[in-house]
């Protein structure tokens, strides 16, 4: 893959709508260029502050107000070009007016419609939420976490470098996630392969529980139904439900979920 063909996928990466062998394409690529790396990473602060400013907004939409406003502000630079130019017929001003609100309202509702997380997903949210308390925050599971290494040898090979996988996203290299640790860990009898990071100052779960074949793929993270005071969000990775939780915002959850989940759906589609 090209630096410019990674530019010109970079969004719908980031919105988790690529295939996974393509976002697995990207990954090799950014692991060897520096260049994108960073390209990327600044993509990913630019989205995560335009979310939270829309999200912070009282109203998402484009008024009638602002519309006009755009117009207005159009029309103005119409008659300077008029000036410079030569002659723009209205009708210029509001197209470009109209295409401008058109491209404005497409992006917020692209940017605030979530994909809907399965049933099973969703019924699954308590247990990761149980296990972020109990295992990340107060240790106090009945079981003692065994090594990825051990969980490896037992159940799957693929767990042994599942804290490296992780430790290729954008963030964690640019240091705004730190990774604390990572283990294999049981909680009411689901079993998870868990890496505990910190991101903002809180300690988050980063879960993958084996669930066999994934019926229905769901390629981008979406929100699980919050549990013990937790945010929750959800993906799938190939015969595993992946889970986020923390206590950050639930905008803030499903921006970190967003960042990993391509990186573990291409990781255990090789497998």
């Not at 490296?164 to 009411?188: K, M, N, Y």
């Not at 993958?208 to 799938?236: K, M, N, W, Y």
Request: charged letters at 20%; glycine letters at 6%.
């Amino acid at each position: 893959m090209k630096c410019a063909e990674l530019r010109a996928m970079a969004e719908s990466y980031l919105a988790g709508e690529l295939p996974v062998d393509t976002s697995h394409e990207i990954i090799t690529h950014l692991d060897r260029c520096e260049e994108c790396r960073t390209e990327l990473d600044a993509r990913i602060a630019l989205r995560q502050t335009l979310r939270r400013a829309f999200l912070s907004s009282e109203t998402l939409a484009p008024t009638g107000e602002f519309t006009e406003r755009v117009r207005a502000s159009l029309g103005t630079e119409a008659a300077a070009g008029r000036r410079w130019f030569g002659h723009v017929t209205p009708w210029i001003a509001i197209a470009a007016s109209v295409a401008f609100v058109l491209t404005v309202s497409w992006q917020v509702l692209r940017s605030t419609h979530q994909p809907e997380a399965s049933s099973a997903l969703a019924a699954l949210a308590a247990h990761a939420a149980g296990d972020h308390r109990h295992c990340a925050l107060d240790h106090s599971l009945e079981e003692l976490p065994i090594s990825l290494d051990e969980a490896a040898r037992r159940y799957n090979p693929a767990y042994a470098t599942l804290r490296e996988v992780v430790s290729q996203s954008g963030p964690v290299r640019g240091g705004t996630i730190e990774i604390l640790g990572a283990h294999w860990c049981v909680f009411d009898g689901r079993s998870f392969a868990h890496v505990v990071v910190r991101h903002r100052g809180r300690v988050a779960s980063i879960l993958l529980t084996p669930i066999g074949q994934t019926p229905a793929a769901l390629t981008s993270a979406a929100q699980c139904p919050s549990s013990e005071g937790f945010r929750v969000a959800c993906f799938d990775a190939r015969g595993h439900a992946g889970f986020v939780v923390s206590d950050l915002t639930d905008s803030e959850n499903l921006d970190l979920a967003r960042v990993v989940a391509p990186v573990l759906q291409s990781y255990f589609a090789r497998g």
